[in-house]
T-cell receptor, first 109, second 112 residues
Framework: AQRVTQPEKLLSVFKGAPVELKCNYS??????LFWYVQYSRQRLQLLLR??SRESIKGFTADLNKGETSFHLKKPFAQEEDSAMYYC???????????FGTGTRLKVLA | DTAVSQTPKYLVTQMGNDKSIKCEQN?????MYWYKQDSKKFLKIMFS???????INETVPNRFSPKSPDKAHLNLHINSLELGDSAVYFC???????????FGEGSRLTVL
């Protein structure tokens, strides 16, 4: 079954602390993995994708095929990082994106 | 310069009514989508259209009928609205499969 699992509904960390948002997936094949973010009163937008292997706003995510994980990490959280984060996968040629249930990140001052 | 725009942003209506949500994208993308976000923020795909053709219909009740008059538009019509239809509906588009999704701002539907 194709599935994306984000085990934490809410993650609260203090400003300056490291943050890790977990994402595990189930897919038979080689999917593309994404992280999308939704800031308060804004639309969902792409944060990063595993193909590009880049760091956006200090966030990185490494695809671990052995553990079927794509965790999102940032060494020092900022208050402006507070948002809803969605992990998603897409199978090549499927026109279908599967989203996880989302994790709300709250960065406390 | 809005890339993906939806109207209306808010919709409050009674059970049993019929309503439509419109979506337009000016990105020149070939593929458009409708997603439903429920009260728990779970985001689930409903439909996907590629070049005006229905590609994905995720076991959505047939009270929901998408229509794509052209590549740039994908509208959602809902008949006989039910309480459980209350949600935020997001339109999105992408250029190629497995590419970046561009989302609209969402349309919050409340059924009383």
């Amino acid at each position: 079954a194709q599935r994306v699992t984000q085990p934490e509904k809410l993650l609260s960390v203090f400003k300056g602390a490291p943050v890790e948002l977990k994402c595990n997936y189930s897919y038979s094949g080689s999917p593309e993995l994404f992280w999308y973010v939704q800031y308060s009163r804004q639309r969902l937008q792409l944060l990063l994708r595993h193909i590009s292997r880049e760091s956006i706003k200090g966030f990185t995510a490494d695809l671990n095929k052995g553990e079927t994980s794509f965790h999102l990490k940032k060494p020092f959280a900022q208050e402006e990082d507070s948002a809803m984060y969605y992990c998603a996968l897409s199978g090549p040629g499927t026109y279908k994106y599967i989203f996880g249930t989302g994790t709300r990140l709250k960065v406390l001052a | 310069d809005t890339a993906v725009s939806q109207t209306p942003k808010y919709l409050v209506t009674q059970m049993g009514n019929d309503k439509s949500i419109k979506c337009e994208q000016n990105l020149g993308h070939d593929t458009m989508y409708w997603y439903k976000q429920d009260s728990k923020k779970f985001l689930k795909i409903m439909f996907s259209y590629n070049n005006k053709e229905l590609i994905i219909n995720e076991t959505v009740p047939n009270r929901f009928s998408p229509k794509s008059p052209d590549k740039a538009h994908l509208n959602l019509h809902i008949n006989s609205l039910e309480l459980g239809d209350s949600a935020v509906y997001f339109c999105a588009s992408s250029q190629v499969t497995s590419g970046e999704l561009f989302f609209g701002e969402g349309s919050r539907l409340t059924v009383l």
